[in-house]
């Protein structure tokens, strides 16, 4: 015959209270368990207990650190995201990629006066001016090669804080980060050697993002963006 016998927890409580005691008055006196340890020993424990001493004092020191530097970024974030000036100051502008597109922002002062006129000055042969389009903030020309069906788009707009540039890649791509006429630029190279590259120049002197884009060579698109020049009459 089976008994279903079950305990409350303050049965439980109490049976582990007394096997508690059992156990205490088991173990021997302290007094009895003296116990005098080597040089060495005594050594190696002081060098441990040193050690964690010194990274508890780091750890503390690290955690006032990081709190430091939390408070300045959290700071400096705000001021930035509050003064177009002081992301001007810092930086003019931004690289971000979202899904497939790549988004340059830019955080600089709005434009003064009319929008520069730039000019191509070479353009591989074959290559006529099909389409232009040019209002105050932004102008673009494309050029076809009707023989080989390629074309190039030569376009350009004001660096002004709010203003975005999206570049759509069509696949992988790598970006190189180079010098065209002595301006920072980006190059985007497809890994499809048949799909459209672009070239992203920053001309920080006028406050310009220039965009040469063209399913061309890389050495064709550098020729081009080497060869562009700022109209006499708007200097």
């Known amino acids: ?29 302290a007094a009895a368990c003296g116990h005098d340890f080597s040089e060495g020993f005594r050594r190696k424990m002081e060098t441990l207990l040193r050690r964690q001493r010194r990274r508890s004092i780091r750890h503390t020191v690290w955690r006032y650190a990081a709190a430091v530097l939390l408070t300045v970024t959290l700071t400096f974030g705000a001021v930035m995201a509050v003064s177009p000036q002081a992301r001007a100051a810092v930086v003019q502008w931004v690289r971000t990629v979202y899904e497939n597109s790549v988004v340059y922002r830019f955080f600089n002062p709005a434009p003064q006066g009319a929008l520069p006129r730039y000019q191509l000055t070479w353009l591989p042969e074959g290559f006529t001016e099909a389409d232009v389009f040019c209002d105050a903030e932004y102008y673009r020309a494309v050029y076809l090669n009707e023989d ?54 920053f001309d920080s002197e006028n406050n310009i993002c220039l965009m040469v884009t063209a399913n061309a060579t890389r050495s064709d698109i550098f020729n081009i963006a080497e060869h562009i020049i700022l109209d006499k009459m708007t200097k």
Do not use: C, W
Request: hydrophobic share 45%.
């Open 1 to 29: 015959m089976t008994t279903d016998i079950r305990f409350g927890e303050r049965e439980l409580q109490a049976a582990a209270k007394l096997v508690a005691e059992s156990l205490l008055e088991g173990l021997p006196d």
């Open 148 to 201: 080989t069906g390629q074309s190039v788009v030569f376009e350009y707009s004001f660096m002004d804080d709010g203003m975005a540039v999206m570049v759509v890649p069509e696949g992988e791509h790598m970006v190189e980060q180079i010098q065209i006429n002595g301006y920072a630029a980006e190059y985007h190279q497809m890994q499809d050697a048949t799909a459209t590259n672009t070239l992203v120049i």
